[in-house]
């Protein structure tokens, strides 16, 4: 199911509030909102709410014998670049995943990914620029009529919903080696050159070098080591 708001604080709050006071929430139901006033994004960062955009939530319930929860920012990542491949010609829209999930026009960002622990249960919200995207500081953005028209947002919600919920079906059934192999295919080619800006204040450069099988992303270091990034904003370097 698929529930639409006129408008609300931020979707991922509402299914937060809704799991912590013993709401029924349930796993394949969506709540699509027309207009955030509180919408957020990873590292406390607003999140754009542009009219006509895309932006709502999900929830998946973790069980032990899942693969382990962080995992679902990949998840959610493939899930996002195949239903935006569904709307869009790839050679005139070139599409990469730059990890754990940001999905990229070229250099540009078209999405945002959040998730959210709330007990056995991950909130999970998605934001996509299908109509306009926002201006900020330290990133090119993009949004989907750069490449054509809008897709129809409620459209769009049903086909992010049916993807979604058959990565997760896959996740579950196959364990994480699927999952890796469809980000990598759809992910930023090894050898881009990028920068981490670790959760500690601290910031790494390097160049990517594929995920590790537990999805963690391994940076090629100039001095030809190797290091395991667990968490971190990622950015493209510049040149």
């Known amino acids: 199911m698929i529930r639409s708001v006129p408008e609300t604080g931020s979707t991922n709050a509402d299914l937060l509030e809704a799991l912590g ?13 027309d207009r955030q006033t509180s919408g957020r994004g990873r590292q406390g960062r607003g999140w754009f709410d542009g009219s006509g955009n895309f ?5 998946v319930r973790i069980a032990p014998n899942q693969p382990p929860a962080h995992t679902l920012a990949l998840l959610a990542g493939v899930a ?23 999905l990229l026009v070229g250099r540009a960002k078209l999405s945002g990914i959040l998730l959210e622990g709330a007990g056995e249960a991950v909130v999970i ?8 995207a926002p201006d ?27 993807h979604f919920a058959a990565e997760l079906v896959r996740w579950r059934t ?13 992910g930023m080619p090894q050898g881009t050159p990028v920068s981490v800006h670790e959760p ?3 910031k790494v450069e390097g160049a990517f070098d594929g995920l590790e099988p537990d999805g963690s992303m391994r940076l090629r270091l100039a001095d030809g080591g190797t290091r ?11 040149g």
């Open 21 to 33: 006071s013993g709401e029924p929430v349930h796993e394949g139901d969506w709540l699509v909102a």
């Open 200 to 202: 500690d204040g601290g």
């Open 125 to 132: 919200g998605i934001g996509v620029n299908l109509v306009a």
């Open 174 to 186: 196959y364990g994480l080696e699927p999952l890796i192999r469809s980000w990598s295919a759809a």
């Open 228 to 238: 395991v990034i667990h968490a971190g904003d990622v950015m493209l370097a510049e």
């Open 55 to 59: 932006m709502g939530s999900t929830i």
């Open 80 to 102: 996002l670049f195949e239903t935006v491949q569904g709307f869009v010609n790839a050679a005139e829209c070139p599409l990469q995943l730059k990890w754990p999930n940001d």
């Open 136 to 162: 900020l500081p330290d990133r090119e953005t993009v949004a989907l009529t750069r490449f054509g028209p809008a897709p129809n947002r409620d459209a769009f919600a049903e086909s992010l919903a049916a």
